[in-house]
């Protein structure tokens, strides 16, 4: 990133996109032992949720229930959702590390900010596609958020859109690469992925580090 890209986000900010500085393959293993994601029909999302406080040292903090109020989450909103946390090998990797550093740089995060960390996958297959975001156009109901791309593979779709308005089309539509980040003023823009598909007669996935604060 370069050096003005660390600066805090001004109160105009809606979203930036970044070239990741660092080889996220090496992350991709841990994505293979996702379990399930139990609060949604179906089998096409496995996830685990954890969270950290600070910048630097990142505290890996106590396992605690995740939930979204019903306004920002028309699906799941006012549910206790408990996941799994996620790989003690992973989060002492130093590629894992470095992208909680970027994040918290570009947003300039204080040593009390909590940020959330989800580990998402989502699965298709022929006959079967994978739903990203269930719940729709939405906000997290946070100030910001990172979104990772770490891997695609044998997939079409997963477009990531922006909205600045809800009635009108996207003001950013891209199906993210490995190694691309996209940042989001969640205050101001609501955001969703476009459901994915194989790409041949095989199981496809799309592996995203999600982070909130």
């Known amino acids: ?3 003005d890209d660390r600066m805090p986000p001004g109160q105009d900010f809606d979203f930036s996109l970044h070239r990741l500085p660092l080889a996220v393959g090496a992350l991709a293993p841990f994505f293979a032992r996702l379990p399930l994601d139990r609060f949604i029909a179906g089998t096409f999302r496995r996830r685990r949720l954890s969270r950290f406080r600070g910048a630097g040292a990142f505290e890996h903090l106590p396992h605690a229930a995740f939930m979204q109020s019903a306004y920002v989450n028309r699906l799941l909103g006012n549910i206790q959702r408990e996941y799994e946390e996620l ?10 590390r470095a992208l909680l550093t970027i994040y918290a740089e570009f947003f300039a995060t204080g040593p009390d900010t909590v940020l959330g960390v989800h580990q998402i996958r989502i699965v298709c297959a022929p006959g079967q596609s994978g739903e990203p975001a269930p719940e729709g ?5 946070f100030d910001w958020v ?15 859109q922006l909205f600045d308005d809800l009635r009108g089309e996207p003001i950013f539509s891209k199906a993210l690469a490995p190694g691309e980040a996209v940042f989001v003023n969640d205050r101001r823009i609501h955001h969703f992925t476009t459901p994915v598909t194989p790409s041949a007669d095989a199981e496809g996935h799309r592996d995203v580090f999600v982070i909130t604060s």
């Open 1 to 3: 990133m370069k050096a």
């Open 87 to 96: 790989e003690d090998d992973l989060i002492a990797h130093p590629a894992f």
């Open 137 to 141: 156009v939405h906000q997290d109901g």
């Open 146 to 160: 990172g979104i990772f791309c770490i891997a695609r593979a044998g997939v079409l779709g997963a477009q990531t």
